[in-house]
């Protein structure tokens, strides 16, 4: 709403051809003029959205720059630190081993939902999702679901963040239709896939917000995350325990945590007190990334992601959390 009067304004007053090279702007001012709800207070605003000019309309050639095609997803391999990342974490696994800091992992409890008797909507099959990927991502969705059930009260309101199409969250609201369900996603075209499922399902206690997850600024009394990459679980967490809220996390991308405005790692004084530097607490994580099965370094792999969520159970456990540190079921659907 803050971008179109600029767009707008820019559609009104700049001509310029090849087209083309703005199809991803065009196609969302499309949309956000198709929408009636905009579209009438635009016209209430005194602008008046017009039909997407043709290339007869464009008027002056401009130059179109080169432009480097480098990812911008710090999470991307190509932005890993190669020096940090192939070195030993021996040192640092000594020095937590001398402070006896282990993975203190708990009973796993899982129940595998019936997806042939829920609506079909609900199916991560509906969400985009290639055929291949189908059977372990139901397996995480009852990992994750098994546990929220478990700790929801009725009435409560959930948070999903990095909700992508809803896949956790459907299901809670589904399953908890006394309960508010918000669904947090800064992707447009997931967030899209989730509300049409939504209300495929005519679900009435869900609730989307496309943003980013440290701009939802709202009371809630439980946060759920699935595979939110390196900083963002711990961003989640953080809000989680701002707000005295119960969580489930599972993270993912352990390579891409690293310090920012909002957090400081290691995250627990437990951790800190045992002298551990930023640069070796990178390198735990950078370690516990190479966890692929049969590989020589994947018990070491596994070892590092055990103590960087041991960072994040201590923390809570400092804000006075009883917390359960868990591997999802079956272990082969994720590590």
Known sequence: ?????????????????????????????????????????????????????????????????????????????????????????????????????????????????????????????????????????????????????????????IVEFCAGGGHVGLLLAYFLPKCKIILIENKESSMQRAFLRAKALNLKNIVFYQCNLDYFKRSFDMGISLHACGVATDLVIQQCLQQQASFV????????????HLLQYPLSNTFRTTGLSYKNYTLLAHCADRNEVNTPTAKQGELCMGLIDMDRVHLAQEYKYVVKLTTLHPKSCSP
């Not at 703005?22 to 196609?27: G, H, I, K, M, R």
């Not at 190669?82 to 009973?107: A, D, H, V």
């Not at 996390?249 to 920012?260: A, K």
């Open 1 to 157: 709403m803050i971008v179109f009067p600029c767009v707008h304004y820019f559609m009104e007053n700049l001509s310029f051809s090849h087209l083309e090279n703005f199809e991803n702007v065009l196609n969302w001012y499309q949309r956000m003029t198709n929408n009636e709800q905009i579209r009438e207070a635009a016209i209430k605003c005194g602008m008046f959205p017009k039909t997407i000019p043709t290339s007869s309309y464009l008027k002056p050639s401009i130059t179109i720059p080169t432009i480097n095609q480098d990812s911008l997803y710090k999470r991307d391999p190509s932005h890993s630190k190669m020096r940090i990342k192939y070195k030993n974490p021996t040192e640092t696994l000594q020095l937590l081993e001398k402070f006896k800091i282990y993975p203190e992992y708990s009973e796993i409890c899982c129940t595998q939902l019936d997806w042939n008797n829920l609506p079909k909507e609900l199916h991560p099959a509906t969400g985009d999702l290639p055929a291949k990927r189908l059977e372990r991502k139901c397996q995480q969705i009852e990992s994750i679901v098994t546990a929220a059930l478990k700790i929801a009260v009725e009435g409560q309101t």
């Open 249 to 260: 996390c599972c993270p993912c991308c352990y390579g891409g945590i690293q310090d920012t």
